[in-house]
């Protein structure tokens, strides 16, 4: 069965530092992989998203994950934190089968200081 | 047209009301998905419509009725509701129901229940 776990559950940092959100995930077969952002009372918004093409994979607003097997890993990087990035972050990985259905981790909440 | 809709923004009703929220999408998509989204909390899958046909219900109570009139269009019916069904509910599409393809999400709508 898939699953994701989302290692923090508040990451805070300053305004300008860099930004690390931790996923790992499990998968019983090559799995797809999506982090989605969802700032208060709005909907999910994707940031980016792994299906096994390029490890390093670069998404909106400067954010990056890189899929690593060995670590069954799908970390979230930005270099510069900015105020705007404040928000709910979800690891989500597809549940495979015909259904298609996705499998949210329980969220990062990011708190960016000034 | 990458967009997916959904009205009303928020509702309020009482426990022997019935309303409905509607969801609409111009991507083409075939694959049609209701959440439910609590506070603090990751959403929730609730139904899966692939091409108009109900193909996943997941244990929802029967005073939550979707429909899928067409391809673009998605309703989910509500009637007698609790006040802990309180919540975002949130809409989705993808291309097809299964494989690697990411879902787009709509702003949803943030119903209260008295």
């Known amino acids: 069965a898939q699953s994701v776990t989302q290692l923090d559950s508040h990451v805070s940092v300053s305004e300008g530092t860099p930004v690390l959100l931790r996923c790992n995930y499990s998968s019983s077969y090559s799995p797809s992989l999506f982090w989605y952002v969802q700032h208060p009372n709005k909907g999910l918004q994707l940031l980016l998203k792994y299906t096994s093409a390029a490890t390093l994979v670069k998404g909106i607003n400067g954010f990056e994950a890189e899929f690593k097997k060995s670590e069954t890993s799908f970390h979230l990087t930005k270099p510069s934190a900015h105020m705007s990035d404040a928000a709910e972050y979800f690891c989500?990985?597809?549940?495979?089968?015909?259904?298609?259905?996705?499998?949210f981790g329980k969220g990062t909440k990011l708190s960016v200081k000034p | 047209d990458t967009e997916v809709t959904q009205t009303p923004k928020h509702l309020v009703m009482g426990m022997t009301n019935k309303k409905s929220l509607k969801c609409e999408q111009h991507?083409?998509?075939?694959?049609m998905y209701w959440y439910k989204q609590k506070a603090k909390k990751p959403p929730e899958l609730m139904f899966v419509?692939?091409?108009?046909?109900?193909?996943i219900n997941e244990s929802v109570p029967s005073r939550f009725s979707p429909e899928c009139p067409n391809s673009s269009l998605l309703n989910l019916h509500l009637h007698a509701l609790q006040p802990e069904d309180s919540a975002l509910y949130l809409c989705?599409?993808?291309?097809?129901?299964?494989?690697?393809?990411?879902?787009?999400f709509g702003p949803g709508t943030r119903l209260t229940v008295l």
């Open positions: 989705a599409s993808s291309q097809v129901s299964g494989g690697a393809g990411e879902q787009f």
């Open positions: 991507m083409g998509h075939r694959a």
């Open positions: 989500v990985v597809t549940a495979g089968g015909s259904q298609g259905n996705l499998i």
């Open positions: 419509y692939s091409y108009e046909k109900l193909s």
